[in-house]
C-alpha cells in the first residue's frame, strides 16, 4: 500500500479527465431530461423541477462536509470513485423507469460531491502559488464538457432516438469509473495504509450545523460562505431555466441554442485559464473575485432586461468573463487551510454550492410560477432539432417575460459583491491566524501538521470553535 495505484503520478490532468467525462455524460442528457420530465410532470414542470433539485441540494449540502473530512483521512481515490459512481446512477434508469430516474437523481445528492474531493485532490498537489491556475483548469474542464455534450445528445437523439444517448452516457460514466479504478493514483499514498484508517476523523467538522455554527463564529470564512452564497444561489436558478427561457421568450432556434451552449463554454474556459491566470498574477485574488462578481451583476440585468437575441449573446460574453470567480474563491480559501484539511473546507463551500443548487432551481421555478410562465413547449426535443419547420410556441400571451428572476439574481449579486468587499487580504489573515493560535494553541486538531512560522486559517485548525 506504500506506492500509489495508478498510472503515473498524482497530476491535476488526472482529475480534469474524472471531471470531464462525468459531466459530458450528463451533458448528452440535457434534451432528453427536459422531454421526460415535461413527459413525467406535465403540469407544472418547473416548480417539480425544483423540487427534485432542491432535495438532491439539501442531500449534498449535508453529505459535502462529512465525505470531505473522510477523504482527508482515508484518501481520496476511493471518494472520487464513490462520488462518480453515485452521481451517474441515475443515468441508465431514464429509459426503465422515469419515476424511479427523478427518486433516484434525488436521493444520489448524498454523494453528488464530486468537485469538493477532485478540488482537495488538486489542492493535494499543487503548491500555492499554482493552485489558482489548477482550480481554474478543472473549472474550464466542466465547461468544456458541456460545449459539444448537449448539442451531441440533441443531434443522436432526433437521429437514432433517445435510448442510444442514454446508453451512450451510460458508457461513459462507466468509463470514468474504469479510470478512477485503473488510471487515477492516490493524492495522499500514505493514507491509504491499513495503519491509518483507524485515524479519527472529527465529527464535529463533518456535521455540516455544526459547520454552519463555525462558519458563524469566524468573521473571515462567514464572509466567503455569504459570497459563495449569494452568488452561487441565482447562477444555480439560471441554469436549471436559461436554457428554456432563449427558447420560449427570444424565440431561440435549437441550433441557436446549442450554438449558445458551445460558445458560452469556450468563453468561460478562455476566461477560467488564461484570463484567471493573468487576473491572479496582475490584481491579487480578492479583486478577481470582485471583478468576476461585477460581471454577472452586469450578466444578471442584461438577461433581465435582453429584448432582442443579440443581447443575450451580449450578456453570454459576459457571463463567460463572470465564470471566474469560484475558482477564485476557492483559491482563496485553500491557501488558508491546512494541508490535511483541504477536504473540510472544500466539502463547506460545495455543501453551500448544493444548497443553492437546490434552492436556486426551485426559487426560479416559484419565481416563474407566480409570473404564470408555464412550459407548454419541449424545448430542444430530438423530433424539431434540425428542421426548417418553425416551432409551435403555445406560450401564454397574457404572461409577464420572466425577466424578474434574472433581476432578483442581479440584486443577490449586487449583495455578494457587497459582502466580498469586507474580506481581508491574505496577509491580514496571517496576523489574525497567528493571534489566533496563540488564543487557543492547545485545542489545535490532532491530525494538522504545521511548518514553524507557518499561518493557516484558524477555523480549519481547531475543532473547539
Keep these: 500500500g506504500s506506492h500509489p495505484q495508478g498510472i503515473g503520478s498524482p497530476s491535476v490532468y488526472h482529475a480534469v479527465i474524472v471531471i470531464f467525462l462525468e459531466f459530458f455524460a450528463w451533458g448528452l442528457l440535457t434534451a432528453p431530461t427536459l422531454v421526460v420530465?415535461?413527459?413525467?410532470?406535465?403540469?407544472?414542470?418547473?416548480?417539480?423541477?425544483?423540487?427534485?433539485?432542491?432535495?438532491?441540494?439539501?442531500?449534498s449540502f449535508l453529505s459535502a462536509p462529512l465525505i470531505?473530512?473522510?477523504?482527508?483521512?482515508?484518501?481520496?481515490?476511493?471518494?472520487?470513485?464513490?462520488?462518480?459512481?453515485?452521481?451517474?446512477?441515475?443515468?441508465?434508469?431514464?429509459?426503465?423507469?422515469?419515476w424511479w430516474y427523478f427518486a433516484v437523481i434525488s436521493v444520489s445528492g448524498v454523494f453528488a460531491v464530486t468537485f469538493s474531493v477532485v478540488f482537495a485532490y488538486v489542492a493535494d498537489i499543487t503548491q500555492e502559488h499554482e493552485r489558482s491556475?489548477?482550480?481554474?483548469?478543472?473549472?474550464?474542464?466542466?465547461?468544456?464538457?458541456?460545449?459539444?455534450?448537449p448539442a451531441i445528445g440533441a443531434y443522436l437523439g432526433r437521429v437514432y432516438?433517445?435510448?442510444?444517448?442514454?446508453?451512450?452516457?451510460?458508457?461513459?460514466?462507466?468509463?470514468?469509473?474504469?479510470f478512477i479504478l485503473v488510471a487515477v493514483p492516490e493524492s495522499l499514498p500514505e493514507k491509504m495504509r491499513p495503519a491509518s484508517w483507524g485515524a479519527p476523523?472529527?465529527?464535529?467538522?463533518?456535521?455540516?450545523?455544526?459547520?454552519?455554527?463555525?462558519?458563524?463564529?469566524?468573521?473571515?470564512?462567514?464572509?466567503?460562505?455569504?459570497?459563495?452564497f449569494l452568488s452561487y444561489l441565482p447562477e444555480a436558478g439560471?441554469?436549471?431555466?436559461?436554457?428554456?427561457?432563449?427558447?420560449?421568450?427570444?424565440?431561440?432556434?435549437?441550433?441557436?441554442?446549442?450554438?449558445?451552449i458551445a460558445v458560452l463554454g469556450i468563453l468561460s474556459i478562455i476566461a477560467q485559464t488564461i484570463v484567471l491566470s493573468l487576473l491572479m498574477r496582475s490584481i491579487g485574488n480578492k479583486n478577481t473575485i470582485l471583478l468576476g462578481l461585477g460581471f454577472q451583476i452586469l450578466q444578471l440585468a442584461w438577461y433581465g432586461f435582453g429584448s432582442e437575441p443579440w443581447m443575450m449573446w451580449a450578456a453570454?460574453?459576459?457571463?463567460?468573463?463572470?465564470?471566474?470567480?469560484?475558482?477564485?474563491?476557492?483559491?482563496?480559501v485553500s491557501r488558508t487551510a491546512d494541508a490535511d484539511q483541504q477536504g473540510v473546507v472544500q466539502g463547506m463551500i460545495t455543501g453551500i454550492r448544493g444548497l443553492c443548487n437546490g434552492l436556486g432551481p426551485a426559487l426560479y421555478g416559484f419565481i416563474f410560477y407566480i409570473f404564470h410562465v408555464e412550459l407548454k413547449e419541449l424545448p430542444i426535443t430530438g423530433t424539431d432539432l434540425g428542421t426548417n419547420t418553425s416551432p409551435q410556441h403555445?406560450?401564454?400571451?397574457?404572461?409577464?417575460?420572466?425577466?424578474?428572476?434574472?433581476?432578483?439574481?442581479?440584486?443577490?449579486?449586487l449583495l455578494a459583491l457587497l459582502v466580498a468587499l469586507f474580506i481581508p487580504e491574505h496577509t491580514n489573515l496571517s496576523l489574525r491566524s497567528s493571534s489566533w493560535r496563540k488564543h487557543c494553541g492547545s485545542h489545535s486538531h490532532p491530525h494538522s501538521t504545521q511548518a514553524p512560522g507557518e499561518a493557516k486559517e484558524p477555523l480549519l485548525q481547531d475543532t473547539n470553535v
Excluded at 37 to 59: D, S, Y
Excluded at 161 to 178: E, F, K, N
Excluded at 203 to 228: H, M, N, R, Y
Design 316 to 332: 453570454g460574453a459576459v457571463a463567460a468573463m463572470s465564470s471566474i470567480t469560484f475558482p477564485a474563491v476557492s483559491a482563496l
Design 161 to 178: 432516438g433517445d435510448s442510444l444517448v442514454v446508453v451512450l452516457a451510460t458508457a461513459i460514466a462507466l468509463l470514468d469509473i474504469c
Design 238 to 260: 439560471q441554469y436549471s431555466s436559461f436554457f428554456l427561457y432563449l427558447r420560449q421568450i427570444m424565440k431561440f432556434s435549437p441550433e441557436s441554442v446549442a450554438a449558445f
Design 133 to 149: 491556475m489548477a482550480y481554474g483548469l478543472v473549472s474550464a474542464t466542466f465547461a468544456a464538457s458541456l460545449v459539444t455534450s
Design 394 to 413: 403555445h406560450f401564454e400571451q397574457n404572461s409577464i417575460i420572466p425577466g424578474p428572476p434574472f433581476l432578483f439574481g442581479a440584486c443577490s449579486v
Design 68 to 98: 470531505g473530512a473522510l477523504s482527508d483521512v482515508w484518501g481520496r481515490k476511493s471518494f472520487l470513485l464513490l462520488t462518480v459512481f453515485f452521481t451517474c446512477a441515475p443515468i441508465p434508469l431514464m429509459k426503465i423507469s422515469p
Design 201 to 228: 476523523i472529527s465529527w464535529e467538522q463533518a456535521d455540516p450545523f455544526a459547520s454552519l455554527k463555525k462558519v458563524g463564529q469566524d468573521s473571515i470564512v462567514l464572509l466567503i460562505c455569504i459570497t459563495v
Design 37 to 59: 420530465l415535461h413527459e413525467t410532470f406535465p403540469k407544472h414542470t418547473f416548480l417539480m423541477n425544483g423540487l427534485i433539485q432542491g432535495v438532491k441540494g439539501l442531500l
